[in-house]
């Protein structure tokens, strides 16, 4: 069990290394919880505009279980603390991921779950978490595939028509 443990505060510390590269202010919460009676989240961080409580969770496997009880812990300290609350989720050989409670899905025992399929597709990945990036979707995106003049050009340079310097003249 002390393994985990320390996997959790690895990464854990991983993750407030991350945000302060960002720019942001983030403090660890001493042992989350284990310190105090309240129930603290484990990172708290801000970038002047914008502050987060976040309960850090990780795992080699899938999917990421927590309890109601570490949830609504979370929600009760961000609503306190005026912070907005997130779990941020990381699986081994991926990036850290980030959720709104809301948006997890609920089991019928009341606990949270997050699959990696998931996390993903839908979670916040880090840069965009940041402000370093926008989530573009591909519905977003749209359907409408390249102009047919960018598909004349390439024809052509498929054709032998025109050379390399040619085509790559006529796309810029």
Same mark, same amino acid.
């Given at each position: 069990?002390?393994?985990?443990?320390?996997?959790?505060?690895? =990464? +854990?510390?991983?993750? $407030?290394?991350?945000? #302060?590269?960002?720019? !942001?202010?983030?403090?660890? @919460?001493?042992? *989350?919880?284990?310190?105090?009676? =309240? +129930?603290?989240?484990? $990172?708290?961080?801000? #970038?002047?505009?914008? !502050?987060?409580?976040?309960? @850090?969770?990780? *795992?080699?496997?899938?999917?990421?279980?927590?309890?109601?009880?570490?949830?609504?812990?979370?929600?009760?300290?961000?609503?306190?603390?005026? @912070?907005?609350?997130?779990?941020?989720?990381?699986?081994?050989?991926?990036?850290?991921?980030?959720?709104?409670?809301?948006?997890?899905?609920?089991?019928d025992g009341g606990n949270y779950r997050v699959k990696k399929e998931k996390a993903l597709s839908d979670g916040t990945d880090f840069d965009e978490?940041?402000?370093?990036?926008?989530?573009?979707?591909?519905?977003?995106?749209?359907?409408?595939?390249?102009?047919?003049?960018?598909?004349?050009?390439?024809?052509?340079?498929?054709?032998?028509?025109?050379?390399?310097?040619?085509?790559?003249?006529?796309?810029?």
């Amino acid at each position: 069990m002390a393994n985990s443990n320390a996997k959790g505060d690895r =990464r +854990e510390r991983e993750l $407030v290394n991350a945000l #302060d590269e960002a720019g !942001f202010a983030v403090m660890r @919460a001493p042992a *989350s919880g284990s310190a105090t009676e =309240r +129930e603290l989240p484990d $990172v708290l961080s801000g #970038d002047g505009e914008t !502050f987060y409580a976040i309960e @850090a969770k990780s *795992s080699a496997g899938d999917p990421i279980y927590l309890t109601g009880e570490e949830v609504e812990a979370l929600l009760f300290f961000a609503r306190n603390f005026g @912070a907005k609350p997130r779990i941020g989720v990381r699986f081994d050989r991926e990036d850290w991921y980030f959720f709104h409670p809301a948006d997890l899905h609920t089991t019928d025992g009341g606990n949270y779950r997050v699959k990696k399929e998931k996390a993903l597709s839908d979670g916040t990945d880090f840069d965009e978490f940041v402000g370093n990036s926008e989530k573009v979707t591909l519905d977003e995106v749209g359907d409408d595939g390249p102009d047919q003049s960018v598909l004349d050009v390439l024809s052509a340079f498929e054709r032998g028509d025109l050379d390399k310097e040619e085509a790559a003249t006529m796309l810029e």
